[in-house]
């Protein structure tokens, strides 16, 4: 055989199991509310979903309102689900019932709160290696900065974009994909 045939057959097989993708979809992801109880995300299928990781003890805390207000406002077109998280400062150290409390009495949260996870490292949960990882969503890889840090999936399960703490969830950046 031709050499630069081999060559490029080679090059070939390598590139392609290389691409090789695990592409899943979000819908299949298992996560608990706060309550321990299944958070079935395939009921969500046609809605944007905002996910949020949450803390209560965070400088970016006070967007718990403008969340609520933006789950308010697009009601029927988007679910905003908070994810508390205590890998950043260990600013959500608090119980389930803490947290729930906290979200319910301070910033009147009515949007679903999942149970707390890793959003990092190595026991990241399934539902953030899917939003930060391009072989698990199809879109790009990311890194969860901080707390409030933000991802939005579109109506049809596909990674949209993320947003860092610094965006407040009322930003026409995330609200232009809303419309």
Do not use: R
């Not at 199809?138 to 703490?165: A, M, T």
Request: aromatic letters at 12%; proline letters at 4%.
């Amino acid at each position: 055989m031709n050499p630069i045939k081999i060559f490029m057959a080679t090059l070939f097989s390598k590139s392609s199991s290389s691409e090789t993708s695990d592409y899943s979809s979000i819908y299949d992801i298992e996560i608990n509310g706060l309550n321990g109880k299944p958070l079935s995300l395939s009921e969500l299928k046609g809605k944007h979903i905002l996910f949020v990781n949450v803390a209560s003890k965070c400088g970016f805390t006070p967007q718990y309102k403008e969340l609520q207000k933006l789950n308010d406002a697009y009601k029927d077109t988007l679910a905003v689900i908070g994810v508390p998280c205590n890998q950043f400062g260990n600013q959500e150290p608090g119980t389930s019932k803490d947290i729930e409390s906290f979200c319910e009495i301070n910033y009147g949260v009515t949007f679903p709160i999942t149970e707390k996870i890793d959003v990092k490292g190595s026991k990241q949960h399934k539902l953030y290696q899917w939003l930060t990882q391009k072989n698990k969503n199809g879109i790009k890889n990311s890194k969860v900065k901080w707390n409030f840090q933000k991802y939005l999936v579109g109506p049809k399960g596909e990674l949209v974009d993320y947003y860092y703490s610094i965006t407040s969830p009322t930003s026409s950046k995330i609200t232009k994909h809303l419309k």
